[in-house]
């Protein structure tokens, strides 16, 4: 109702020259609230897939040992979600743009509430890889929908902040999966996995009933012309009204609808443009210079973010620890929840600073230190396999790389491809655009998964970090090369960013240049306008 009271004044029609970086640093006092607590509502999704990924690294023990399956049943038990949740994650860019994203995040909430009572009352091996497929479907809607409702709520100064969150309840439902894994560690084996996995149906009920509460992505609002919708969530997730009339005279452009529109309008827009068709042709049958380059960089930084073995690292810890010389079980899920703690914690650091130093050199400083983890990792357990006799030094740099390594990712690599791939998008590319670098992040988690013990049984597990070190090595370099810094964009200026691939900085140099030119010639206009 407050919102009736708002300034109801008409953009103007003029063309209005969008500034090379028209937003300020966030100021905590002026944090936007709502928009917060949009953002977290919607974020909390990702902790599905971060309970699932958690709870399986100690309930495999028990798996295996109550419905008597071999290591490469185990594999492709814990591997195969990402798999199915390529599914979830490639209808949920189609789904998102035809019933909006407020109502995907309730539908992901549903699918995972239904594989996670499917996986509780699970009888054998078979009927518990159909309940992994059906939460599969619901943890890959998930996955895509969080950042990008987050990322078309936020206002730009926040916007990394916010966006960063779904990674930060990803390493919180790990914490979570892991301190099951112990809590319910104590009951007999037939009861115990099946409490760990079936707990997880509570976090999907509260997630339901709490997106109820939350308004729908403004932008999709703009894309099926409803502009007085859009414009009541903007006056409401915006720092200022007068960013509110810019960022949806900006939506507005993006979406080809008149400036001249009024707000309280209900505008006619094609089907192509409301529901999302065309989206994979322009993607990639005839993509601009600009979409290429953004599609390259969206898809590679979550496939280097999973190919780098982080995943190995956070579900196989238990093995890693046993290698190591920790035997007890106990003993192993208590190192474990170091290890989600460790996370959770770095990721938290990551959220405060991604908008401080921006996204760049984040990533940057976070795939350097996983190289020097993945390597001390691979040399501590190295040595231990060719040692005839217990060492405690290695013991201990295996430990310490461990969580080094968590720590290093979860301050970079985990959030930033998250934050990065949801705000370079178009608008009109954006759902499905994400969908992809989604899908790409699940595949290739799906096949660290699926491969990682029979590749250190081929390799030796120190073979196989090294592998994963040799791929961090290149992570970084593709990181350097080809991504541009997004700090402070809106996401409608983001486009103009792309389109030059490794010459990408002579476009920001060529960018603020001209910045600078138009700031100039205001500044005289408005000097000789003065008497």
């Given at each position: 109702m ?8 008409v ?6 020259e ?12 002026k944090?936007?609230k ?14 599905l897939l ?12 028990y ?5 008597k399956?071999?290591?490469v ?22 789904t998102?743009?035809w ?33 992994r497929?059906?939460?599969g479907?619901?943890?890959?809607y ?11 709520v936020?206002?730009a ?39 760990m ?21 403004p ?5 099926q ?9 903007l ?5 200022t009204l ?38 994979w ?17 969206g898809?590679?930084?979550h ?8 995943d ?25 929840i ?29 795939c350097?230190g ?54 370079i998008?178009?608008?009109r ?10 899908a ?12 990682f013990?029979?590749?250190?049984k ?12 040799g791929?961090?090595v290149?992570?970084?370099i593709?990181?350097?090369t ?10 409608e ?7 030059t691939?490794?010459?990408?900085r ?20 408005m000097g000789?306008?003065?008497?």
């Open positions: 407050e919102n009736q009271n708002l300034d109801k004044s953009i103007s029609d003029q063309p209005r969008i500034p090379f970086q028209e937003s300020v640093p966030c100021k905590k006092s944090r936007n709502y928009a917060f607590a949009c953002s977290l509502l919607a974020s909390m999704t990702s902790v971060g309970y699932d990924t958690g709870v399986m690294s100690g309930a495999v023990i798996i295996k040992e109550d419905l399956i071999s290591d049943q185990i594999e492709i038990l814990v591997g195969t979600i990402n798999i199915y949740s390529l599914v979830g994650a490639a209808l949920a860019g189609r998102s743009d019933i909006g994203r407020r109502y995907t995040i309730i539908f992901a909430s549903a699918i995972f509430f239904a594989g996670a009572i499917l996986m509780g009352f699970a009888t054998n091996y078979g009927f518990l890889m159909f309940g497929f059906v939460a479907i619901g943890v890959g998930a996955l895509m929908i969080a950042p990008v409702y987050t990322a078309e936020a206002p100064s926040c916007r990394g902040f916010f966006t960063s969150f779904p990674e930060v309840f990803i390493n919180g439902g790990v914490l979570l999966g892991y301190v099951s894994n112990y809590a319910f560690s104590k009951l007999p084996t037939k009861l115990a996995w099946r409490f996995l079936g707990i997880g149906v509570i976090p999907s009920v509260f997630l339901a009933l709490g997106v109820l509460a939350m308004p729908e992505s932008r999709w609002l703009v894309m012309g409803r502009l007085g919708d859009a414009k009541r969530v006056d409401r997730t915006s720092d007068e960013e509110s009339k810019m960022r949806l005279a900006d939506i507005k452009e993006a979406a080809g609808i008149p400036q001249d529109c009024q707000d309280d309008n209900i505008v006619s827009v094609t089907r192509r443009s409301s529901h999302g068709e065309g989206v042709r322009e993607l990639f049958l005839h993509p601009t210079p600009a979409v290429l380059h953004i599609l390259i960089a898809i590679g930084i496939f280097f973010q999973q190919a780098s073995g982080i190995a690292v956070v579900l196989y810890s238990p093995r890693i620890y046993e290698k190591a010389g920790i035997t007890k079980d106990n003993d192993r899920l208590l190192a474990t170091a290890v989600g703690c460790m996370k959770t914690f770095f990721i938290l650091v990551a959220t405060f600073l991604v908008d401080k130093v921006g996204r760049r050199v984040l990533l940057l400083s976070s350097g996983m190289i020097l983890s993945l390597l001390g990792l691979a040399t501590g357990l190295t040595i231990i396999d060719h040692s005839d006799h217990k060492l405690k030094w290695a013991i201990v740099l295996c430990i310490c790389t461990t969580l080094s390594s968590v720590a290093f990712f979860s301050i970079g690599m985990g959030p930033i491809a998250w934050v990065y791939s949801s705000e998008f178009p608008l590319l954006r759902a499905q655009g994400c969908s992809i670098g989604v790409v992040n699940r595949a290739m988690s799906g096949a660290i998964l699926m491969t013990i029979s590749l250190y081929a390799i030796s597990i120190g073979g196989a970090f090294f592998l994963y070190t791929i961090a290149i992570a970084w593709f990181f350097y080809l991504l541009p810094e997004t700090q402070g964009r809106t996401l200026e983001m486009e103009e960013l792309f389109g691939f490794f010459k990408w002579s476009t920001m140099k060529e960018l603020k240049k001209n910045k600078v030119e138009s700031d100039g010639s205001a500044q005289v206009q000789n306008s003065q008497p």
